[in-house]
């Protein structure tokens, strides 16, 4: 779709007051390792640690973004990394699983418990709450067409969730915290889930040119392609902060289409998508300090074991090869009309191809949660994938997705993201 004059105007100024919020960064942490054993206090203390002290590093990654509140193999306890956040000062974008569950009781009861537990030491650190993750992509055409397994949750579910949570929250010490939902760019261009737009405060957005296939992913385009999906969200989140929830490259792994998994691809994708457009201009989450979905075929960890020894160097340099986009970098945008209808429902795992999406998951403990996975879309577009979880869980289902598996009953999520298309949707030309 062609973009109007006054909504480039609209999206820049938008994005320009976005700035005035803190921009935060971070990495993603799900509940499970990537052999799907759960993961404990030391475990988080372990990632917060490395993640506050890397060599080279151009700020401090003090945040963290989680799948779910549960902890592992418990039904409704509050997950250990709460604990390692207060001991750390670690900020918290907590995540709430949403997909193939018809509550989110158990994911709610774990925060009221942590909060209890911790009161304002807790509350104090969260800086935002995300109910579900992928779930729009993995019900819309392109996500079924990907996985047609996959379970996710349509815009209705997910805004009734929000309100639920809202009201359970209303008289607590997080009652201002800003709620979101992380989905692929081309499910928040799909006119269908226009009534979650409405719902949230913040938008948060997964987006992998790798799996860009068929768009020239080679790693000289990545900058542009994530370019391109970041502004046509920009384009439909009516003013509303943009958080860049998952995006990131791998350091080994299968080709897809002319993307090259490699230590050297993955730190150029850090230089023109992170140093360039992100860091410290909008909310950012890199995926990631540590693998953790074991079924993905691509490893995107930049550090090994955790050490503050990064895999590359972190060092943003002074100038870059990707052209600047026309709109400025944080948030918040006009309205071109979005294209693309795509259902809802669905899990993610990681798979091949063309659209820009991502997958992680998130756990919870009750059975009350499921996966989640890359991108959504419209009808046209090629698939992709991503790498991160899509069932909030215990044991590995086929999207299952590592990083979001929470408590014993979430299945582990797939990581088979399909990372959204990047076709039809936009014809930003």
Known sequence: MRFSTSSIIAAGACATLATAAENYLGFNSGAMKTDQSAKFKSDFLAEFNTAQN??????????????????????????????AAVQTKTKLLLGIWTSGTDNIDNEMTALKKGLKKFGKKLADLIIGVSIGSEDLYRVSVVGLKNDPKGVGAGPDVIVNFIKEFKSNFADSDISDVPIGHVDTWDAWTNGTNKAVIDAVDWIGVDEYPYYE????????????????AYDATLAVAD??????????????????????????????????VGCRRLFKKTPTFWYNLRDSNGANKQSFAITDDLSTTPR???TCPEHFDTPSSTSSTSSGTATPKPTGTGSSTGIPSPTPSGGSGSGSGTGSGSGSGSGSGSGSGSDSGSDSGSPSETTPGGSPSQTADPDKNGAGSLAMMGATFIVALFGATFALI
């Open 54 to 83: 890397l060599e080279g590093a151009p700020g401090k990654f003090d945040s963290v973004r989680l799948y779910t509140n549960i902890q592992a193999y418990s039904e409704n306890d509050p997950i250990e990394a709460f604990d």
């Open 213 to 228: 296939d068929g768009k020239g992913n080679n790693i000289k385009n990545a900058g542009a392609l994530f370019d391109r």
């Open 239 to 272: 003013g509303k902060e943009v958080w860049v929830t998952e995006t990131g490259y791998p350091y080994t792994g299968i080709k897809w289409g002319e993307a090259v998994a490699s230590v050297d691809n993955a730190e150029y994708y850090w230089q023109e």
């Open 312 to 314: 590359f160097n972190l």
